[in-house]
């Protein structure tokens, strides 16, 4: 596979789960059959074997960013697919795709399976833009995103209080991290000038050295 394919690749498991996911909101406020289920499952599946497609033909670390989306001469959007992300992008997809076929029958006859379906889809994008985030500033959007489908996936059944009690709990334990994140990003940028990940393994090999 050329560095062209893997890195359009890397980009279709990335946001297939994370675009895709407003079809199934979409079909579910029209339709409560299994339709839903199967195209949620459908999704959860191929952004799965996306995934084993980039494990597969691994050699080498590939990198991707989405075009044209610049601040201050920096592509915004941008990834990396290294060793490490690989073997998490497998477990985020695998266990997503688990789950979801998991959900067909669990939330079989509950109003709302098109929110649903689609606060899983887009929890799984956010993981894999989290894992595979090359600047802080798309780590930190990755984080948010797991951080607010979680809250609202906990608190699902709105309804109940202990639920909603609980939902309140994992916003405040995400939310607060995610401000600190962001703090840090900031702090990071006003020293280095950069908010690119791979700036600061550089910098702190160099301490290293140093040292």
């Not at 999704?43 to 995934?51: G, S, V």
Request: proline share 2%.
């Amino acid at each position: 596979m050329d560095g062209m394919s893997a890195s359009n690749l890397l980009l279709a498991m990335i946001f297939a789960p994370t675009l895709l996911s407003l079809v199934p909101l979409i079909l579910g406020g029209f339709t409560r059959r299994k339709a839903v289920d199967y195209v949620s499952s459908a999704i959860a599946l191929a952004t799965l074997l996306f995934a084993s497609a980039l494990a597969i033909s691994y050699t080498g670390i590939i990198t991707a960013a989405v075009p044209n989306v610049l601040t201050s001469g920096v592509q915004l959007f941008s990834f990396r697919f290294d060793a490490l992300s690989l073997l998490f992008s497998l477990v985020v997809t695998f266990t997503g795709c688990v789950i979801v076929w998991y959900s067909n029958s669990y939330m079989e006859g509950e109003a709302g399976r098109g929110r649903y379906y689609f606060l899983m889809l887009f929890f799984i994008g956010g993981m894999l833009i989290l894992v595979n985030a090359v600047n802080l500033i798309v780590f930190y959007v990755g984080w948010e995103i797991v951080g607010i489908c979680s809250y609202l996936l906990v608190g699902f059944w709105y309804a109940d209080p202990a639920r909603t009690q609980a939902a309140k709990k994992v916003f405040f334990f995400t939310h607060m991290p995610g401000k600190a994140l962001l703090l840090f990003a900031v702090g990071a940028y006003a020293w280095t000038g950069s908010v690119d990940i791979n700036v600061f393994r550089s910098e702190e090999r160099r301490v290293g050295k140093e040292c």
